[in-house]
């Protein structure tokens, strides 16, 4: 059975930092791409960061420069460091595992983060 489980969400004020973590299980993490994932109330659910299982990382414009996503494959874990967090940060985030060969996704519970004073 596979799971992914985030944690680490919560209410910040602005400018303030928050990270996300996602420990996944039931499948071989490090062959995964990663990606964290978030929707705003009204709006479509938006990729927000990647890391794949070779190669470079890639953001969304809009976090570009104050998130950092992470991965530690002896822990099957995916980390979203976010920092100068804004309102327009809030929103649900959610984990996912991709796999090309063969083709599987997974996606996680989702976990709130808020950004307001």
């Known amino acids: 059975q596979v799971q992914l489980v985030e944690s680490g969400g919560g209410l910040v004020q602005p400018g303030g930092s928050l990270r996300l973590s996602c420990t996944a299980s039931g499948i071989p993490f490090s062959l995964y791409d990663m990606g964290w994932y978030r929707q705003a109330p009204g709006k479509q659910r938006e990729l927000v960061a990647l890391i794949p299982m070779r190669g470079t990382t890639n953001y969304a414009g809009s976090v570009q420069g104050r998130f950092t996503i992470s991965r530690d494959n002896a822990k099957s874990t995916v980390y979203l460091q976010m920092d100068s967090l804004k309102p327009d940060d809030t929103a649900v985030y959610y984990c996912?595992?991709?796999?090309?060969?063969?083709?599987?996704?997974?996606w996680g519970q989702g976990t709130q983060v808020t950004v307001s004073s």
């Open positions: 996912n595992a991709n796999s090309s060969i063969p083709a599987l996704n997974y």
